[in-house]
């Protein structure tokens, strides 16, 4: 998917456990956003970020869940103590500041037992 | 608020059957509409960004246009590869450029 890159693809967590998910974006993109879609519904937009700082988290739970894109390395999505009702495909997407055009990665699916 | 569309749900069509998938939208001051394709166990492919009404795109067996209210993406003689879900998203002026999505339309493309 045009260079963006999440890990890992699929991960397994416990209830209570965290859940720790990356994006790389293309390069020389710096926006990055964060949708969820979940079993029979549509992608939801959660978080967009810009290097080292948070411009719109309105989508995202304020219980739990938590994002961050550092100067240096990639995008983090956390989600701490997991819940079933967490199961879902998350994709990370990037922009150059000058383009509409949200690229994606292939996604991080998520497995809460 | 703003919302998108889609409709049908789900579309099979023979190889060579001509059709249209439509993404209706109620957007306060439309920034952008966008046309994705997604093949299960993977994220979203960009096909098409569309600005204005009247404005049409092309690529291929596809072709998306766009009025005030909707989007249609025309698909032509269709081959069983085109199978997948296409996905529907708008941009709002000042939001962020966050997506805002239809649930799809799934298609499937029998040979």
């Known amino acids: 998917n045009a260079g963006v890159m999440q890990n890992p693809r699929h991960l397994v967590r416990r209830r209570g456990q965290e859940a720790r998910l990356r994006c790389s974006p293309m390069?020389?993109?710096?926006?990055v956003y964060w949708y969820r879609q979940l079993p029979e519904e549509g992608l939801k937009f959660m978080v967009y970020l810009q290097k080292e700082n948070i411009i719109d988290e309105s989508g995202m739970p304020k219980e739990r869940f938590s994002a961050e894109f550092p100067k240096e390395g990639p995008s983090i999505l956390r989600i701490q103590q997991v819940v079933r009702g967490d199961s879902a495909a998350y994709f990370c997407?990037?922009?150059?500041?000058?383009?509409?055009?949200?690229?994606f990665g292939p996604g991080t699916r998520l497995l809460v037992l | 608020e703003d919302q998108v569309t889609q409709s049908p749900e789900a579309l099979r069509l023979q190889e060579g059957e001509s059709s249209s998938l439509n993404c209706s939208y109620t957007v306060s001051g439309l920034r952008g509409l966008f046309w994705y394709r997604q093949d299960p166990g993977k994220g979203p492919e960009f096909l098409f960004t569309?600005?204005?009404?009247?404005e049409e795109k092309e690529k291929e067996r596809l072709k998306a246009t766009l009025t005030k209210k909707e989007s249609f993406l025309h698909i032509t003689a269709p081959k069983p590869e085109d199978s997948a879900t296409y996905l529907c998203?708008?941009?709002?002026?000042?939001?962020?450029?966050?997506?805002?999505w239809g649930l799809g339309t799934s298609l499937a493309v029998n040979p």
């Open positions: 997407a990037t922009y150059r500041g000058e383009q509409e055009t949200q690229y």
């Open positions: 998203a708008v941009v709002n002026a000042g939001n962020n450029r966050k997506l805002i």
């Open positions: 390069k020389g993109h710096s926006h």
């Open positions: 569309l600005y204005s009404a009247g």
